[in-house]
């Protein structure tokens, strides 16, 4: 079957040959500007790779696709490899397409188009397969994991090509201090990536996604992803709320023990001033709330919430002060002598600023006649201080006539 084979390539190759050696004498001078054309193609393991060959100018030339083996595929439109996976996709005398189906990195490698013109032209055109990475695998997680504990995950994936790229996300934000680590397959050609996140846990991280993400141009923009939902067990948190900020005598009282954890903490535990509730008629416990019936002055005390798991144990403290009813409506209402005594203050202010305005102008009018008198002081006799009054009303009048 072999020799067969090998037979039937060498006559499609002989008898192309022949053929261009016949023609020769008519065709060396148009076949110096006939070139085969070629482009280099990139697919998907597993997918289909199509190898285009053309030719501008071709007076009749015939074209041929070989393997990186240099075995012919198609010598024109005629088969010479019998591989099921190889089919014809258009042949004439400018163009020669064939197509390799369900492609294996073993396919990678030059295919070369030959033109049989003389001498004989070839383009080269190169497969790359891309190796997709298998779904990655998170590991180094045991459940449960203590508040405080550090927690070190590996994600790991195999059959990539090139290497994969391996991404941590927390909360879809991503986290960037990771080790990386890439290894090369037994084949030779895909590689095995792997990466490792370490972090301390702490409350807040119970029910959070940790999300390991596989990027790879094989993939198509749509990355593999493998998903952790953390479990943290931790102590419980308590805090004491009551139904209202002024307790007041004879009404009632509900006090909420709010408590979190991991375990849910068991039910819990309600004393006061150190010791039992003193009356468990009025004083009800209901789950978590501790509802008093009737306040009275007996009622003060430091009430304390305890809540327990299997990590631990926390509690709160509430301080119980019972008011007089008839005290805070007092409080409440408004004070007479306040308001009182801030109507006195702005009175008594106005009152000094009327004075001290009135004696303000007052003086500013007598400095005012002083100046005007002053020549009459200084003359001799009445004559001339009328006479000097005259002049400096006559003053005033031209002072007056020289402004305006």
Request: hydrophobic content about 35%; some cysteine.
């Amino acid at each position: 079957m072999i020799w067969k084979r090998s037979a039937v390539l060498r006559f499609y190759s002989v008898c192309g040959l022949l053929l261009q050696a016949a023609a020769s004498k008519n065709k060396v001078k148009g076949s110096q500007g006939q070139f085969p054309l070629t482009q280099n193609v990139t697919v998907v393991e597993g997918g289909t790779a199509i190898l285009t060959c053309r030719v501008d100018q071709n007076d009749n030339t015939s074209l041929q696709w070989s393997n990186p083996a240099q075995q012919t595929l198609y010598f024109d439109d005629k088969k010479a490899l019998r591989d099921n996976r190889i089919e014809l996709v258009r042949a004439s005398w400018h163009e020669l397409s064939i197509s390799v189906s369900d492609v294996s990195l073993s396919d990678e490698g030059q295919y070369t188009c030959s033109l049989f013109t003389m001498p004989v032209k070839t383009s080269k055109a190169y497969l790359t397969v891309l190796g997709v990475p298998e779904k990655p695998q998170i590991s180094g997680f045991s459940s449960p994991v203590m508040e405080g504990d550090l927690m070190q995950l590996t994600c790991k994936t195999s059959g990539s090509k090139p290497a994969a790229d391996i991404r941590w996300f927390k909360n879809d934000k991503e986290i960037k201090d990771v080790k990386y680590l890439k290894e090369e397959d037994a084949n030779h050609k895909t590689f095995t990536v792997s990466s490792t996140l370490d972090f301390r846990v702490d409350r807040s991280d119970d029910g959070v996604a940790v999300i390991c993400r596989v990027d790879h141009e094989s993939l198509n923009a749509t990355p593999q992803v493998a998903m952790q939902v953390l479990e943290i067990h931790y102590t419980p948190s308590v805090k004491i709320i009551p139904s209202t900020p002024f307790p007041q005598e004879g009404q009632p009282l509900i006090l909420t023990c709010e408590s979190k954890g991991k375990p849910l903490p068991e039910p819990v535990l309600w004393t006061k001033d150190g010791g039992e509730l003193p009356d468990p008629d009025r004083m009800v416990v209901s789950g978590r709330e501790l509802n008093i019936l009737f306040l009275n002055k007996t009622d003060n005390g430091t009430y304390r919430c305890e809540a327990t798991n299997t990590i631990g144990q926390s509690s709160a403290e509430y301080v119980l002060i019972v008011h007089d009813p008839n005290a805070l409506a007092g409080q409440t209402g408004p004070d007479h002598a306040l308001i009182g005594g801030i109507v006195a203050v702005v009175v008594f202010v106005t009152l000094c600023s009327i004075f001290l305005l009135g004696r303000y102008l007052a003086r500013h009018k007598g400095t005012y006649l002083t100046n005007e008198a002053k020549g009459a002081e200084d003359a001799p006799d009445a004559d001339t201080a009328i006479i000097n009054a005259e002049g400096s009303q006559v003053n005033a009048e031209e002072k007056k006539e020289y402004f305006i």
